[in-house]
């Protein structure tokens, strides 16, 4: 008796799967977060206040947030490389720079709608 495996198949189908799932929750998240910075007013805004979202000055920031997604180790990164944006999400208390978090409140918004995208079946 012979019998054919579909190992290699269905691993590959798992793969592809959970690469679509991680690359469209950072496609949602980058959107989350970028349309929760708003533009600063002609008349220039305040700066923003600890524990608020970033207020738009130059714009740097918001044309920085970006996602990456690794088919190979299947994760996902969602933030910025811009070295003050670590400072702005956590604090940076030698600088007496408190967090105006953007990264974690997107997350939180997005709780549900991320739960349901690794939710849904596998197709095929």
């Known amino acids: 008796m012979s019998y054919k495996s579909f190992h290699k198949k269905i691993i590959q189908k798992l793969t592809e799967d959970s690469y679509q799932k991680l690359k469209l929750a950072g496609m949602?998240?980058?959107?989350?977060?970028?349309?929760?910075?708003?533009?600063?007013?002609?008349?220039?805004?305040?700066?923003?206040?600890?524990?608020?979202?970033?207020?738009?000055?130059?714009?740097?920031?918001?044309?920085k947030i970006d996602h990456e997604t690794d088919r190979a180790t299947l994760t996902s990164r969602t933030g910025t490389n811009l070295p003050y944006g670590k400072h702005l999400e956590l604090g940076a208390p030698k600088a007496n720079l408190k967090a105006r978090p953007f990264i974690r409140p997107a997350v939180e918004r997005e709780r549900k709608n991320l739960i349901a995208i690794f939710a849904k079946p596998i197709k095929g």
């Open 28 to 63: 949602l998240l980058e959107r989350s977060i970028k349309d929760s910075m708003r533009e600063s007013s002609a008349g220039g805004r305040p700066r923003s206040q600890p524990g608020e979202v970033p207020h738009v000055e130059h714009g740097d920031l918001k044309q």
